[in-house]
């Protein structure tokens, strides 16, 4: 498959939930290898965005497509979706009582890879990982998210994702709720993902972690549409005169960009 054939391409995608039209007629396109940078204010539609490319059922496509390496996938599940080699980091991690960080990892790349993964190989993989997201073997023997602060959250996302080595990951506000010192080591994270081969879609609302995460494309995104689109130049701009100049001199033709 060659690189025009790969990735992600979203052509013109509409998207609702619960009656309401979220999403207006996105287009994106994502090559193998790209970091690319979704900025937007809250309630602007960039979750859906995310939780719409992973196949969430609550969101409902009603006109244009998404294509994954060539295939539409509009109708492709989401644990279909993830075997291609799809990965979503949530705002929200949600605690799971009972259950260890071990063994969720554990479950989860055998879902992935449709193999067992015995402990000790496991914990091999995991290794190098875990000593650059300054993560202890304690906590792996922790229940996932339970009683974990904020950046112990993030750093577990990332640690997944590194074991999962997706595709794509979509990084869905990963800097939330971060200290600068977490946000360094989260983003390193990020950078080591992406040098590992994995496409990157972050998305946040402040530049700030793009200090430590360098896009090649940086779009801003405004009730439900990519209404500007530019290099990392553009988030600073963006962090210097606010949303609301950049909703008021919107680019209406949006174009694929790579």
């Known amino acids: 498959?060659?690189?025009?054939?790969?990735?992600?391409?979203?052509?013109n995608l509409k998207v609702k939930t619960a009656g309401k039209e979220i999403l207006?007629?996105?287009?994106?396109?994502?090559?193998?290898?790209?970091?690319?940078?979704?900025?937007?204010?809250?309630?602007?539609?960039?979750?859906?965005?995310?939780?719409?490319?992973m196949g969430h059922p609550k969101y409902e496509i009603s006109e244009g497509q998404i294509e994954f390496n060539g295939r539409n996938i509009n109708d492709v599940s989401p644990d279909e979706r993830a075997k291609m080699g799809l990965a979503l980091s949530f705002q929200y991690p949600v605690a799971i009582p009972g259950v260890t960080v071990l063994n969720f990892l554990k479950t989860t790349l055998k879902a992935v890879l449709d193999r067992e993964i015995p402990i000790k190989e496991l914990k091999a993989?995991?290794?190098?990982?875990?000593?650059?997201?300054?993560?202890?073997?304690?906590?792996?023997?922790?229940?996932?998210?339970?009683?974990?602060s904020g950046g112990e959250k993030k750093k577990l996302e990332?640690?997944?994702?590194?074991?999962?080595?997706?595709?794509?990951?979509?990084?869905?506000?990963?800097?939330?709720?971060?200290?600068?010192?977490?946000?360094?080591?989260?983003?390193?994270?990020?950078?080591?993902?992406?040098?590992?081969?994995?496409?990157?879609?972050?998305?946040?609302h402040y530049q700030r972690i793009l200090n430590y995460v360098s896009p090649q494309f940086v779009h801003i995104f405004e009730n439900g549409q990519i209404t500007q689109t530019g290099t990392k130049e553009l988030a600073l701009q963006l962090e210097e005169f606010g949303y609301e100049h950049f909703a008021h001199n919107a680019t209406k033709e949006v174009n694929y960009v790579s």
């Open 158 to 204: 990332i640690l997944h994702l590194t074991l999962l080595k997706p595709k794509l990951a979509i990084l869905d506000e990963t800097d939330s709720g971060l200290d600068i010192d977490a946000l360094k080591v989260v983003a390193s994270g990020i950078s080591a993902l992406n040098e590992a081969g994995s496409a990157v879609l972050l998305i946040t």
């Open 24 to 53: 207006k007629g996105v287009s994106l396109k994502i090559n193998p290898g790209e970091i690319h940078a979704l900025m937007g204010r809250n309630g602007s539609g960039k979750s859906t965005l995310s939780y719409t490319i």
């Open 1 to 11: 498959m060659n690189k025009q054939e790969s990735g992600l391409k979203i052509s």
């Open 125 to 148: 993989m995991l290794k190098e990982s875990m000593a650059k997201l300054e993560i202890k073997d304690e906590f792996l023997s922790r229940y996932v998210n339970d009683g974990f």
